[in-house]
Every structure is written in C-alpha cells, then in structure tokens.
T-cell receptor
Framework: GEDVEQSLFLSVREGDSSVINCTYT??????LYWYKQEPGAGLQLLTYIFSNMDMKQDQRLTVLLNKKDKHLSLRIADTQTGDSAIYFCADTRAGRRALTFGSGTRLQVQP | DTAVSQTPKYLVTQMGNDKSIKCEQN?????MYWYKQDSKKFLKIMFS???????INETVPNRFSPKSPDKAHLNLHINSLELGDSAVYFC????????????FGPGTRLLVL
C-alpha cells in the first residue's frame, strides 16, 4: 500500500512479546485495523481502533495509536507458534469506504 | 453458516478465456468489495458496491466487470484473461454504519497460463 507502511519481517521466540509497527500518512484516517492472514487462507479481522483512541486491549492483543506521529502498533503477548502469519494494518478514511492496506509483516515464531 | 463465501476457491485457466468469480454474504451487510492480492501480497481495492450501486471503481482494466444482482451477491467477471491477472481475489462486506469493519471471504486463487 502506498500510504500505509510496515516492516516486512519479524522473528520472535515462542513466549516472547511481538510488536508489529505501521505508519500511515493520511490524517483523515478514521478507523485503523489489524488483519491476520495465515498461509493459503483469507483475512481474519483481529482488532481495530478508532482514530480518537490511544490504546485498545483485547486479551493478548494491545493496539497503540500515536495520532500525532501517525504510528500504529500491535503487540502480541506470549506469542505462540500459531501466531505465525502475515499481519496487515489498514485504514479507512473520511468519505472512502475501502480499506488501504500496508504491505504486511510476516511474523515467524520460533519454538 | 459461512459469513462471506466465494466460488471457486481455485481457478486455473488459459490466457484469453473469460471467467467469473462469485461472492455471497449472509451477514445482511449493505456494502460489498473486491480486492486483489498480488504475488507480493499487496492488497488493493478494485470495486465496491453499496445496495447494488457501484461506489468505488479503481483504476482497473475494462476487462473486469463487477455485477451485483442483489445486496447479498457481488460477482466479478473477467474477459480476455492475461497472465498478469494471476492473483488472489478477495470479496469482503461491511455494514454501512460508519465503522466500516470489513469481513473477508476465503479468496479465489486465479492462475492464468
């Protein structure tokens, strides 16, 4: 995605925390999302955050949003091998329903 | 009880053929989408329909034509297939209530030979 950027790869050990980062450029972003894609599978919605929030926690997942820096992160606590997948951040913007996706971060969890 | 379904899951065809991909959602959503994921995993919007009306039409060749017979269905017809059309095509849907959380189908893997 040309307006949403992510690092391409992250490797962690099982049990550690993973932090996947995303930056976006459009200040009209309304909602920001994290999707998970396992090999050969579709896109699974993990969580989302509204642009006027700073943080959202959902079980092992913590989303942090720094609106000033246009930076979004996803922290996965106690990462498991089943968390190995590609993680996409995406946003929606005022007046535009479609999602703009980042390029995806491939998370590899080593036993 | 599948929320967003697509058929077929896999599609292998020759260059120049015409093919269709079907999508159905049983979530009662108003808006449906087609996204294309290329070999590098980049995902881009192609089309969006709201209540059977085309609302997003990105820069996509005219060979691609979406059709929405009703709110629950959005099909994608592709004429004169080219090698570069090989990709995974995802259908998605959302409710038109401001929070545009989109739910995706499993994808259709198209390979053009």
């Amino acid at each position: 995605g040309e307006d949403v950027e992510q690092s391409l790869f992250l490797s962690v050990r099982e049990g550690d925390s993973s932090v996947i980062n995303c930056t976006y450029t459009d200040s009209s972003s309304t909602y920001l999302y994290w999707y998970k894609q396992e090999p050969g599978a579709g896109l699974q919605l993990l969580t989302y955050i509204f642009s006027n929030m700073d943080m959202k926690q959902d079980q092992r997942l913590t989303v942090l949003l720094n609106k000033k820096d246009k930076h979004l992160s996803l922290r996965i606590a106690d990462t498991q091998t089943g968390d190995s997948a590609i993680y996409f951040c995406a946003d929606t913007r005022a007046g535009r329903r479609a999602l703009t996706f980042g390029s995806g971060t491939r998370l590899q969890v080593q036993p | 009880d599948t929320a967003v379904s697509q058929t077929p899951k896999y599609l292998v065809t020759q260059m120049g053929n015409d093919k269709s991909i079907k999508c159905e959602q049983n979530l009662g959503h108003d808006t449906m989408y087609w996204y294309k994921q290329d070999s590098k995993k980049f995902l881009k919007i192609m089309f969006s329909y709201n209540n059977k009306e085309l609302i997003i039409n990105e820069t996509v060749p005219n060979r691609f034509s979406p059709k929405s017979p009703d709110k629950a269905h959005l099909n994608l017809h592709i004429n004169s297939l080219e090698l570069g059309d090989s990709a995974v095509y995802f259908c998605a849907s959302s409710q038109d209530r401001g929070r545009e959380t989109q739910y995706f189908g499993p994808g259709t893997r198209l390979l053009v030979l």
